[in-house]
């Protein structure tokens, strides 16, 4: 079955780290641009950071810049999304999602995993 399920999410005091992973199955992840997203309560789905398999470019939001990184294990066919630094502002469901290059992302939005920063 062709899916990316997150995980990783959890409950963190501000100045914590989380690490979510991206798991495809029933693909590869060569030659796509794996996306994160997250969608806090009551506020529109953002862009949070994404990931170019072709030349491992990457990209970061303005809020999240010097704070997150990504990765991705070829091996295990999963990308990471290392977030240090926590700031409640970062709570919110958080997504992946996959596209080629010049195309739309176009997986199912999944289930999302939660990231709760909070004192």
């Known amino acids: 079955q062709v899916q990316l399920v997150e995980s990783g999410g959890g409950s963190v005091q501000p100045g914590g780290s989380l690490r979510l992973s991206c798991a495809a199955s029933g693909f590869s992840l060569d030659n796509y641009v794996i996306g994160w997203f997250r969608q806090a309560p009551g506020k529109e789905r953002e862009g949070v950071s994404c990931?170019?398999?072709?030349?491992?470019?990457?990209y970061f939001g303005n809020s999240v810049k010097g704070r997150f990184t990504i990765s991705r294990d070829n091996v295990k066919n999963t990308v990471y999304l290392q977030m240090n630094r926590l700031e409640p502002e970062d709570t919110a469901v958080y997504y992946c999602n996959a596209r080629l290059l010049s195309q739309t992302y176009s997986f199912p939005w999944g289930r999302g995993t939660q990231v709760t920063v909070s004192s």
């Open positions: 990931f170019r398999s072709s030349d491992g470019d990457t």
